[in-house]
């Protein structure tokens, strides 16, 4: 076979057949193929497609290029959730206890932030001695003790995928359907969970600006769960707007413990529930989504839930006393009010923008190798949505510098619009799909 061909049956609009798609990316995956034929792959894809087995076998074939975890040691069904990237989004912090806290196994491996979106594993590594990176037996010791455990992604969690992804992100090829789809789903599958959440993000914030096309990843991404034994379920979210109030690791910590303590701001807390009872059905732990949303609720106003990420932190080396604490010590020494420039409504505050601002401020990344301030962020005083005069303070800034604060400051401004209306607020959950 010649990758030559290859490329030249997808460019004409063909099909390619399983053997074709595994010699890609067995051949890509061992540095056989090299990046200008790969790239040149992935645009014949972006441009023709794939169907729902080119797409399904491509998704295997990235899933088994690397380990694929056994989760079988652990008894139960284990439960995984997935986001597709988003600004302010600590649900997963808030998920896994309420998830485990009704019954279900959460064993999630994450990933860091890049560029405008944090990432699960940053935020947790910002609790002192907390470490993700744990021995298999401990990880799964420490799952069947507190019902989950979070760490970060192993180093040969499908590397096919790794490699791709990296060209995807600089031969702008990254927005397409199959490709993401693959992409999210392979990685999911090599986890080793039996049922699987996804969260899949629209709005100014995500890959898909559009509900008809997160919708369509969506059901692409339920049917490959599907056709591999996974039960799956998506939800499509709004990432219009910042989710909740903070952003930065600390801070989210902070947030995420709160919305625990039945403390959080409504729509953020709303989500994290319905996500939350999401997963405690998919792993079997209530017969209809009616009496998940009960348990996940009831599992919130124990305290049961708390007490799982409590426990979890514990398990993990972390301190979980600084869980008790809001206005953390461990925040960036330098603080900024950022007044609103003039009386109205906030109709707009662009999720994208304010993520680029928090990593001015320190607390992202802006490529791969970058350090990252976990103190730095931004708690926003108002959404969107809300009312404020001229001068009001609408965020409060964390940074190290007064540099930062300036870039940070113009930044989130940029982000922001004013009107004398209110806008009309879309509901946070806009569909679920859930495989036959
Ligand atoms: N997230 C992924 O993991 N892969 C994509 O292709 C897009 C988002």
């Not at 894809?45 to 990235?62: K, N, P, S, V, W």
């Not at 694929?68 to 808030?94: E, F, N, Q, R, Y």
């Not at 379920?233 to 919305?259: F, H, S």
């Not at 001015?360 to 969107?384: F, Q, W």
């Amino acid at each position: 076979m010649r990758m030559y061909d290859v490329i030249h049956k997808k460019r004409q609009g063909g099909r390619l057949s399983p053997e074709e798609v595994r010699f890609f990316v067995q051949g890509f995956t061992a540095g056989e193929i090299p990046d200008y034929q790969a790239s040149a792959l992935m645009m014949a894809i972006y441009f023709q497609g794939m169907d729902r087995q080119e797409t399904a076998c491509l998704t295997m074939e990235m899933a088994q290029s690397g380990d694929m975890a056994d989760l079988s040691p652990i008894p139960g069904v284990k439960v995984d959730k997935h986001s597709t990237g988003g600004v302010g989004d600590k649900t997963s912090l808030v998920i896994g206890p309420i998830a485990a806290a009704c019954g279900a196994k959460v064993a999630k491996m994450s990933g860091r932030g890049l560029g405008h979106t944090g990432g699960t594993v940053d935020k947790l590594e910002s609790i002192p001695g907390l470490r993700t990176a744990l021995p298999r037996d401990r990880f799964f010791s420490i799952v069947k003790e507190t019902g989950l455990a979070i760490i970060g992604q192993s180093g040969n969690l499908c590397p096919a995928d790794k490699k791709l992804y990296a060209l995807r992100d600089v031969t702008a090829t990254v927005e397409s359907l199959p490709l993401i789809a693959s992409s999210i789903m392979s990685k999911k599958i090599a986890a080793g969970a039996d049922a699987i959440l996804l969260d899949v993000k629209v709005g100014s914030g995500a890959f898909m600006k559009t509900r008809e096309d997160s919708l369509a990843l969506a059901r692409e991404m339920v049917r490959i769960g599907q056709s591999v034994g996974r039960r799956t379920v998506a939800l499509i979210t709004d990432m219009d707007m910042p989710l909740g109030r903070c952003i930065g690791n600390t801070l989210e910590v902070a947030e995420a413990c709160q919305v625990l303590r039945g403390r959080g701001e409504a729509r953020l807390a709303g989500l994290c529930l319905e996500l939350a009872a999401n997963m405690a059905y998919l792993a079997g732990q209530a017969p209809d989504m009616g009496a998940a949303r009960e348990k996940a609720r009831a599992a919130v106003d124990s305290g049961e839930a708390f007490a799982r990420l409590r426990a979890m932190v514990q398990a993990q080396g972390g301190d979980p006393a600084v869980l008790d604490q809001w206005e953390s010590p461990r925040l960036s020494p330098l603080v900024r009010e950022v007044p609103m420039p003039e009386t109205g409504y906030i109709t707009g505050l662009d999720a994208e923008a304010c993520g680029l601002a928090a990593v001015e401020l320190g607390a992202g990344r802006e490529t791969k190798d970058s350090p990252i301030d976990y103190g730095a962020g931004i708690v926003l005083l108002r959404n969107k949505g809300d009312f404020a005069q001229a001068g009001e303070a609408i965020a409060r800034l964390y940074a190290e510098s007064k540099e930062r604060l300036d870039r940070g400051e113009k930044r989130l401004l940029s982000a922001l619009q004013v009107g004398a209306r209110p806008p009309q607020l879309q509901p946070l959950v806009l569909d679920r799909v859930e495989g036959m």
